[in-house]
């Protein structure tokens, strides 16, 4: 796809917006990069709009347009919107239990309240574990699936499609911190969603509406899928899938260190359950169109599934449109490169620099540690990315699942032994 003046202006003009904003509304940030609280928690002053938006952004980056439309696509069909739609009731689950007890211990990171249940070699663990698990497989999954994305539409070479976003990401993670990181998800959060939705419509009237979508895909369309699936089991989701969803809404620093910088109680819990409420918008926003995509293109699906979002975009969006379509989805990459970088470089400060080497370290040592960092991680991120590619790894979404499971079941079991002493 070739891009018009018109869609170059667009895209020049919403990051411009973007980034302005950002910018403004975090200039007091700026003024007082001395303080971690500010760079890492946004001086504890998020209100629940903000929240709850960029815990969308956030999560719904590239990894799930490409990842969740490429499995749709693909073997899994609507049924994989059941992450999110389990995700939208567990979300709100643990608004109303964990989080009161976060915010009143005051913690920047989930590892350090594990000190106050067990000891420091248990929060240093989990620390480390976080630290590896961002840095070798979110962070490369988030930055392939962009590369993807940028592939696709510009038909720019797959790795060097990774370094410019991961570039792009270094740079934006290490200015203004958190609060800056939230005010360019909040519009880059709801123009992503909205371009879905477009999408969405505009493949709706290129198969013939929805009689001749639901038709043609009728046995994608099951929510509910056999024990016996190898996928994605009924079985599943009624029980591994919950100890996915403890993790990732409640004890996941990439999503909950926008809770912890919540202004008040009421703030973290009502933006947690707005994110959930969003949430619900995934099926039409993101899973569908990648079963459209299967119907319009097969023959350009057959090898890659992973490619089926920009290629509904590539062939129904109209130039300027487009455009903005475009920098929504390179804005939500850089946004989750950010939010990665900022927890995984949060984690490295304060969980293992602070409490082990420097314990009196100056504020201002601190915030230039964690970007530092934050440079380090997205550099061996970048490296690690175009492996994906292979096909052994079966997708994106397929990666991130398979190696964070390592994981979750532990932290989780870890939390609720605390939760029930």
């Known amino acids: 796809m070739n891009f018009s003046s018109l869609d ?38 998020l209100a629940w ?78 620390a480390v574990l976080t630290i590896l698990i961002y840095t ?20 720019l070479d797959l790795t060097l499609a990774v370094w410019i976003i991961g570039l792009i990401g270094a740079v934006y993670s290490t200015f203004g911190g958190l609060k800056a990181i939230a005010w360019a998800d909040l519009v880059q959060g709801l123009a992503l969603l909205a371009g879905g939705l477009l999408v969405f419509g505009l493949g709706l009237k290129a198969v013939g509406g929805w009689g001749a979508f639901t038709a043609h895909n009728a046995d994608k369309l099951h929510m509910v899928l056999p024990a016996a699936n190898p996928d994605l089991p009924w079985t599943g989701i009624v029980s591994g899938m919950w100890i996915v969803i403890l993790y990732y809404c409640g004890l996941n620093q990439f999503i909950v260190q926008r809770n912890l910088a919540a202004r008040t109680l009421r703030d973290g819990q009502l933006g947690m359950v707005f994110a959930g409420a ?18 319009l293109y097969p023959d350009q699906l057959a090898e890659r599934s992973d490619a089926a979002f920009p290629t509904l975009i590539a062939q129904l969006i109209q130039p300027g449109v487009r455009g903005i379509i475009c920098a929504a989805i390179a804005g939500a990459v850089t946004s989750t490169l950010a939010s990665l ?79 029930a002493g």
């Open 278 to 295: 969003l949430w619900l918008l995934v099926p039409f926003a993101i899973v569908m169109p990648g079963l459209i995509a299967r119907q």
């Open 341 to 419: 970088v900022n927890s995984a470089s949060t984690i490295a400060t304060m969980d293992v620099y602070r409490r082990w080497l420097k314990p009196d370290a100056s504020q201002t040592r601190l915030v230039w540690l964690g970007r530092t960092l934050t440079v380090a991680c997205m550099l061996v991120g970048c490296v690690i990315a175009p492996a994906i590619a292979d096909p052994k790894f079966e997708g994106v979404f397929q990666f991130i699942q398979v190696f964070q499971g390592y994981i979750w079941p532990g932290i989780v079991a870890v939390f609720l032994f605390w939760h």
């Open 136 to 155: 070798l497989v979110v962070l490369p999954a988030v930055l392939y699936s962009g590369g993807v994305t940028l592939h696709t539409l510009t038909g």
């Open 8 to 45: 170059i202006l667009s895209f020049i003009g919403f990051f411009a917006f973007v980034v302005g904003l950002s910018v403004w509304k975090s200039r007091r940030a700026r003024d007082h990069t001395e303080n971690s609280a500010d760079f890492f928690l946004a001086g504890r002053g």
């Open 49 to 126: 709009p903000l929240i709850g938006i960029s815990i969308v952004a956030a999560n719904i980056s590239t990894e799930q347009m490409v990842g969740m439309a490429g499995q749709a696509a693909g073997k899994v069909g609507l049924a994989v919107s059941a992450w999110q739609l389990t995700g939208s009731v567990g979300i709100v689950i643990i608004a109303m239990t964990l989080l009161p007890r976060f915010l009143r211990a005051g913690i920047y990171t989930m590892p350090e309240f594990l000190e106050y249940r067990y000891n420091a070699a248990a929060r240093t663990l989990m």
